[in-house]
Every structure is written in C-alpha cells, then in structure tokens.
C-alpha cells in the first residue's frame, strides 16, 4: 500500500486512515424514488427481515445488513438501487432540477446518471454519455430497470463531446480509484504517481470540455474516487488558470464530514479558493474515499 | 430520416404518438393520458419513450426506455415498460401467488387459469408489476429478461441456463 505513503503530511489521522483500508466496505443502496416513496420501501424491507439503516446524510441511503443485496426482489424491480455511500454526493452537490438540461460525461454504469434523473423527477433531459460500447449495456440496464425515461445514451470521447450546452454537468472521471480499496482489496497496486499524473491529463481534457459544454451561470461538478492530488486539486487548478470565467463553490453536505481541498502540495502553494473543494475520507465517515469540486461558470 | 431509411441506417425516427398509445389501449386499456408527458421514436424494430423534451442534435445510441419490440407479431411490451405503465393497465392482467410469482421471476413457465386473451399479459404480485408474460393455452411463459430473473432455487433449475 506504498502508493498511500505520499499523503501522509495531507490525511487528518493519518494511523487510522491506513488502519481501516483493510475493512471491508458495507453494503448499500439508494432508493428510487421514481418507482416506490421512501416509506413503503422501507415498509418492504421491515416485512422481510431485511437489518437496514438509512444514512445520517440523506434519507434516500440505506446501509444493508445483508450478504447479496443485489438478489432482493426490491433491485430487480428496481425500486432500490445498489450503490456505495459517497457515490451518492456528487449528484447532490451538482443539485439539478427537474426541466433542466443535465450532461453526465462519464456515465456508465449509470448510478449518479439514475440518482440525477430521480432528483429531476423524470422530468427535462440527462445525456448519459460513455464511450466504451461494452459499458454502455450496464448504463442501460440501469436505466431500464430503474424506469428512467428522461435518459439519453451517447457514445462520444468525453474530450469532444460535440455541443450543449446544459444548465449542468457532472464529470465523474475515469481515476486510479484508491478510495475503492475497502470494495475491491488490490486497487492500489495498481496505483503511482506517474499513474495519476497520466489520468490528469485525460481528467484535464474532459473537465476543460465539460466547462465549454456549460451555459453560462451552469454547475460544473468534477468528482474522482481517488485521493491523488494530480487527479483532484491540480486538475481544479490548471482549469481555473486556463479560464478567468470560473468560480469554486464551498462542497459541503450537512451531517457528512468532509476535509477541504488542499492548498500545498509537494512545497508549492495551489490556488487557496481549492479549500472549498472537498476530500472525503474512509476513517472519517466510515466510507469509501472521494473528492468533489463545484465549479460556477459565470 | 424517412421510415424506410431509419430501419436502414438504424437511426431514432420521431413517431406520432398515437400510433403507440392506440396500442397499448387495445391491448391493456391503458389510457393514453398515461404517455403524456413522452415523445416516441422508433429504431429499427423497437419502439422508444423519452420525457417531452427537444433533444439536441446528437449521435444516440439510446433515447430513454425501450418500450415495445415489433419485430414479431403480436408487438411485445418490455418488462421495463409495463413496470412504468402496466399499473394502468385495465385488461390482460394476471395476478400471481407468492410461489408462482417466484417461477415467473426465475424465467419458468407455469399452468395459470385465466381470462386473459392469448398474447402478452401484464404480471403482478401483490399490486407490483414483476413484468411482462405470454399468455397461450392455460399457461404463462415468463418474458423476464435473464439479467433481471431470481437466481433459481433448485426446483426451478431448468429456468435458467
């Protein structure tokens, strides 16, 4: 796990963060809103004997008590959704509106996509776009089994998407995913520096696109499962330096714990307004890792 | 994009609604109010609703949910749709007990006695639709799509391959 040595001088509790790595992550789900309310579903799950608790943070999370919550009757129809706890703050962050016009850029397979869509109440439109066509059938699937009927799937390199513009975007970028080590032990053999410097280049392209494809006033919101500074703060900053048309909002989610962005990396000083980006942590909130920004294009 | 050249070049081609919601009318009494807030497109042999909205000029690979498949005949619902719509439905209904609604969910096929007209039938369970069946001759075959049936228990084994 030598690939996590380098955030020693950035993670709060550094001890407990590397401590908790090799527990295992919960189960959980979101319930969907666009097929059963929140109260009969919780009625069902009682009735089955199924230990659940909702999250402090939002309602619609539940943490499941249970080996395979993937076979319950309640995910093949479709009125709950199988999704990892953090996974859950983007969409809320990018806060869209039923109407809107709502750009996923990195979609598959489609769990924020179906989050965004239930927010807008299957109302107005979300593009789902994802390039590989073999993760395209799991974006579907989602979509269908969820009854998302405001869903359109696209197949472009997120760098070019070609037109919008749309009131908001998510970019939930392709990343080295060391925040997912508690859900698939092994992630971070794979992880390095050079490895998260390559991914920013990538993760720079799509977020620089994402701003071009945003009307003006629109929401940029730029997230990663990872805690590489090279695929989180700095690829915040090279936009920001690169556009004098773009503001950071202050990413925080009440009864959720996050850390701020950092502002120092390796001795040089970043853009201090990164502060409002926000880290989360495994050992803070007993979660997986993720980073969020919010961008304004104004 | 006429109608012929949309089965050619295998592009979404807007479709007056009527001539979908006269469908779903016919066959479960669905009114057609119950698709007002969607628009239709058809691709290749499959029918598609999506909210009513102006979609951009953009290259698709899926423009919200499939919802019937006219390659054969009859037209067949989707699963996927009649979760959304089937509750609507008024005929062409069957209403399965806990141990025949878990063959169905497991793919199987089964001996029901019903009224219903042969042809696709909305299936439910304790007031949920689980999806869309065939029904011909006293039984129903379950149309579930494999990645959304139950992993069989052992007496419904021969469902699943």
Redesign the interface.
């Known amino acids: 796990m030598d690939c996590l040595d380098r955030y020693r001088e950035i993670v709060p509790d550094y001890v407990g963060f590397r401590a908790i790595q090799s527990l295992p992550l919960y189960n959980s789900a979101r319930i969907n809103t666009l097929?059963i309310e929140r109260e009969k579903l919780l009625e069902r799950l009682e009735e089955e004997g199924v230990l659940f608790r909702s999250f402090e943070w939002y309602p619609l999370g539940l943490k499941l008590d249970i080996e395979s919550p993937g076979?319950l009757?309640e995910n093949?129809?479709?009125f709950i959704h199988i999704q990892e706890e953090l996974s859950m703050v983007p969409p809320l962050v990018l806060d869209p509106l039923p109407g809107e016009?709502v750009l996923d850029l990195c979609a598959s397979p489609g769990s924020k996509t179906t989050q965004i869509s239930q927010m807008m109440e299957?109302?107005?439109?979300v593009?789902a776009n994802e390039p590989s066509l073999a993760r395209?059938a799991p974006l579907?699937?989602n979509?269908?089994?969820l009854?998302?009927?405001?869903?359109?799937?696209?197949?472009?390199d997120g760098r070019n998407f070609?037109?919008?513009p749309f009131d908001r975007v998510l970019v939930d970028a392709p990343c080295s995913s060391e925040g997912r080590e508690r859900r698939g032990p092994g992630v971070l053999s794979r992880c390095s520096r050079e490895r998260s410097l390559d991914l920013g280049v990538l993760q720079i392209s799509l977020l620089k696109n994402a701003l071009r494809l945003t009307k003006p006033g629109g929401t940029v919101v730029y997230s990663t499962c990872t805690y590489a500074p090279e695929e989180n703060e700095l690829v915040v900053q090279k936009v920001l330096e690169d556009a004098e048309d773009l503001r950071l909002e202050k990413v925080s989610i009440a009864g959720l714990q996050e850390c701020p962005g950092i502002t120092e990396w390796n001795g040089k000083r970043l853009n201090d307004a990164l502060s409002c980006t926000a880290r989360y942590y495994p050992h803070i909130n007993d979660t997986g890792g993720f980073y969020v920004a919010k961008i304004i294009k104004n | 994009m006429s109608q012929k050249s949309s089965r050619i070049r295998n592009v979404f081609e807007p479709l007056d609604s009527s001539l979908v919601t006269r469908r779903w009318q016919e066959r479960f009494g669905i009114s057609e109010q119950v698709f007002s807030?969607?628009i239709f497109f058809r691709k290749a042999r499959s029918i598609w609703?999506?909210?009513d909205?102006d979609?951009?000029?953009?290259?698709?690979?899926?423009?919200?949910?499939?919802i019937m498949n006219c390659k054969d005949r009859p037209w067949k619902p989707?699963t996927?749709a009649l979760?959304?719509f089937g509750r609507y439905a008024t005929k062409n209904i069957i209403h399965l007990n806990q141990e025949e609604s878990m063959i169905f969910?497991e793919g199987g096929s089964q001996v029901i006695e019903s009224d219903c007209e042969i042809g696709y039938v909305v299936v439910f369970y304790r007031g949920?639709v689980?999806g869309c069946g065939l029904y011909s001759h006293g039984k129903l075959v379950s149309q579930i799509p494999k990645?959304?049936?139950?992993?069989s228990t052992i007496k419904g084994a021969e469902c699943e391959a």
Do not use: F, H
Request: aromatic letters at 4%.
């Open positions: 097929k076979k009757l093949l129809l479709g016009c299957n109302q107005g439109l593009i395209v579907r699937s979509c269908e089994r009854g998302v009927l405001n869903v359109a799937v696209t197949r472009y070609p037109r919008g | 807030g969607c609703a999506i909210s909205v979609l951009p000029a953009l290259s698709y690979e899926a423009v919200g949910m499939r989707t996927s979760q959304i969910l949920d689980l990645e959304r049936r139950m992993a």
